[in-house]
């Protein structure tokens, strides 16, 4: 070795690098990334130029290449081999982003529904208003949830999965006419919201003015909401119209069946005069 400052030991090029230097052995072992010079006593050097190669060496490794695969393209190197390795991983981060996000949104939605769940109050009802929506629905259901219902609700889980990925996220919705008649079984299908970044809807629910309220508890809560609902709307001089919308808030973090919140938002308008 004529200039010993033109070279890098192990360890100098392993910090000029930001690795270990136990990499750079086990890299010169595997023949995968050589030091330019051993000297006789098994030292290994290296040179400032081999930076580069090292560098791609990294880049591939962090985009899932593995090294046998970078062994394989070392063997017979050539811009279309690169360039088709490259697409190849370019088409895995694309869709590794793809799941990221729908796992992000899908967490984001479990979030919002459980900041609701700790402000929710049993039979506590509130006017609000809400934006126009798309809405995915099911086929018809009976109310029963007995085997045909439950055969329309894996149904309609497999279809959410299939436009949005992690998706499990779906309510039940029930004409308000049989609210207001006291038929609180009598469901209409399951639904789910769509997403802005999927334009794929079956209904718009136009935006309007809807009665929000929360039930703690199971079917006999449930029916004791509902009438305090239709009272409610009576007493504001409002009548409900459309579709009432049952979601369960709690699911995930649900100790005991009685501690079950769902949230009903039903759609209203003024009593004409």
């Known amino acids: 070795m004529k200039n010993r400052k033109l070279y890098y030991s192990t360890g100098e090029f392993a910090k000029l690098n930001g690795m270990n230097k136990r990499t750079l052995h086990y890299y010169d072992e595997i023949g995968?990334?050589?030091?330019?010079?051993k000297a006789?006593?098994?030292?290994?050097?290296?040179?400032?130029?081999?930076t580069v190669q090292l560098e791609l060496i990294t880049t591939l490794r962090k985009m899932g290449l593995s090294i046998e695969e970078i062994l394989r393209y070392q063997k017979?190197?050539?811009d279309a081999s690169f360039g088709e390795m490259i697409a190849d991983k370019i088409d895995l981060i694309d869709q590794s982003i793809l799941e990221l996000q729908n796992t992000k949104a899908f967490l984001m939605q479990k979030a919002e529904k459980l900041a609701l769940s700790l402000t929710a109050r049993h039979g506590r009802?509130?006017?609000?208003?809400?934006?126009?929506q798309r809405i995915l629905l099911s086929a018809p259901i009976t109310g029963a949830y007995d085997d045909d219902d439950f055969s329309v609700a894996a149904e309609f889980s497999l279809r959410l999965k299939s436009i949005f990925g992690l998706h499990d996220n779906f309510g039940s919705r029930i004409l308000t006419d049989n609210i207001l008649n006291g038929n609180?079984?009598?469901?209409?299908?399951f639904f789910a919201y769509g997403r802005p970044d999927?334009?794929?809807?079956?209904?718009?629910?136009?935006?309007?003015?809807?009665?929000?309220?929360f039930c703690i508890g199971g079917w006999e809560s449930l029916r004791e909401v509902y009438r305090i609902i239709c009272a409610y709307a009576r007493d504001h001089q409002l009548e409900l119209y459309g579709y009432a919308y049952e979601e369960g808030l709690?699911?995930?973090?649900?100790?005991?069946?009685?501690?079950?919140?769902?949230m009903i938002t039903a759609a209203c308008r003024k009593v004409p005069l």
């Open 76 to 78: 017979s190197p050539s």
């Open 32 to 37: 995968l990334f050589s030091p330019k010079y």
């Open 40 to 50: 006789e006593n098994g030292y290994r050097y290296y040179t400032a130029l081999q």
């Open 198 to 213: 999927r334009e794929v809807c079956d209904e718009l629910r136009p935006a309007g003015t809807f009665l929000r309220a």
């Open 125 to 132: 009802v509130d006017m609000i208003t809400l934006p126009r």
């Open 184 to 189: 609180y079984q009598d469901y209409d299908c």
């Open 250 to 262: 709690n699911e995930m973090v649900l100790a005991d069946p009685g501690d079950y919140i769902t």
